[in-house]
Antibody, heavy 119, light 109 residues
Framework: QVQLVQSGAEVRKPGASVTVSCKAS????????INWVRQATGQGLEWMGW????????GYARNFQGRLSITRNTSTNTAHMELSSLSSEDTAAYYC????????????WGQGTMVTVSS | QSALTQEASVSGTVGQKVTLSCTGN????????VGWYQQISHGAPKTVML??FLASGIPDRFSGSKSGTTASLTISGLQPEDEADYYC???????????FGGGTKVTVL
């Protein structure tokens, strides 16, 4: 079945960077864009950016321009989200999600990765 | 301040029909399909509707529609397991970004 499995929880100090991975299975990885969405505790969902795994093209939300990088490894069917210059406001659950173009919506979500930024 | 506006909370009894709304503008809902996502007890979101199409494994008591710049999610025959937060989302071409509503908490009385 179609699955996105994310890497485990991370703890970082302010100013550091974090990379979260998202491994796809059950479908052709390069045929569907991957997006990243985050959710601070008790808050709503916030879109971060997207990547086309076929050509590596990306697009980022303005709030994250300059400190967000989404990449992929097509040999392992894995997308990576790196966020740098972390502050306590980046403490959140981070989700990868597949975009289904034929329906113009997200369809499959990863299980989430908790990132805690604390000194 | 979310780009899409949702009710903060909606409640109903078992078997009741409830409708959640999601209001945007012509840059987003007026131009694109709207997805609806269910989140139970702060777990990972789960896709319920992709526009008017039911996501895989979702019971058919859920339905989605759109009129102009407002989208709606209807639960016909509310069940205890439907108690969750529901988020709407769509693309916004003026922002070049996906936008979400603030979420609606559905409570089953």
């Amino acid at each position: 079945q179609v699955q996105l499995v994310q890497s485990g929880a991370e703890v970082r100090k302010p100013g550091a960077s974090v990379t979260v991975s998202c491994k796809a299975s059950g479908y052709t990885f390069t045929n569907y864009d991957i997006n990243w969405v985050r959710q601070a505790t008790g808050q709503g969902l916030e879109w971060m950016g997207w990547m086309n795994p076929q050509n590596g093209k990306t697009g980022y939300a303005r709030n994250f321009q300059g400190r967000l990088s989404i990449t992929r490894n097509t040999s392992t069917n894995t997308a990576h989200m790196e966020l740098s210059s972390l502050s306590s406001e980046d403490t959140a659950a981070y989700y990868c999600v597949r975009y289904l173009a034929v329906r113009d919506a997200f369809d499959v979500w990863g299980q989430g990765t908790m990132v805690t930024v604390s000194s | 301040q979310s780009a899409l506006t949702q009710e903060a909370s909606v409640s109903g009894t078992v078997g009741q029909k409830v409708t959640l709304s999601c209001t945007g503008n012509n840059n987003n809902i007026g131009s694109y399909a709207v997805g609806w996502y269910q989140q139970i007890s702060h777990g990972a979101p789960k896709t319920v509707m992709l526009g008017s199409f039911l996501a895989s494994g979702i019971p058919d008591r859920f339905s989605g529609s759109k009129s102009g710049t407002t989208a709606s999610l209807t639960i016909s025959g509310l069940q205890p397991e439907d108690e969750a937060d529901y988020y709407c989302s769509t693309w916004d071409h003026s922002l070049s970004a996906w936008v979400f509503g603030g979420g609606t908490k559905v409570t089953v009385l």
